[in-house]
């Protein structure tokens, strides 16, 4: 008997914004068909993501890597992370 696999979509998330003053970094993540852009104003720990299709499928994720990730974001950059999910 084999083990089945969990399905995995790689989230790619691009930084466009970052304010260090006002504790704020923006940007755009796509999965699978998916594309949002977000804010997360990480002095107040509040993550938004539009448009609402799909939110609730990386709100979670998103929020998790941009909390483990935080300091090593930078504007211009290009970031992976995995979704233990098929989007």
Known sequence: MSAKRLPE?????????QSWQHGLLEGEVSAGEYEW???WHFSRGELSVKPSQGRALIKEPL???????D????????????????L
């Open 9 to 17: 979509t790689i989230a790619r998330v691009r930084i466009t914004r």
């Open 37 to 39: 852009q977000f804010q």
């Open 63 to 69: 929020g998790r890597f941009l909390e483990k990730q």
């Open 71 to 86: 300091y090593q974001l930078e504007p211009g950059g290009d970031y992976a992370f995995t979704i233990r999910a098929e």
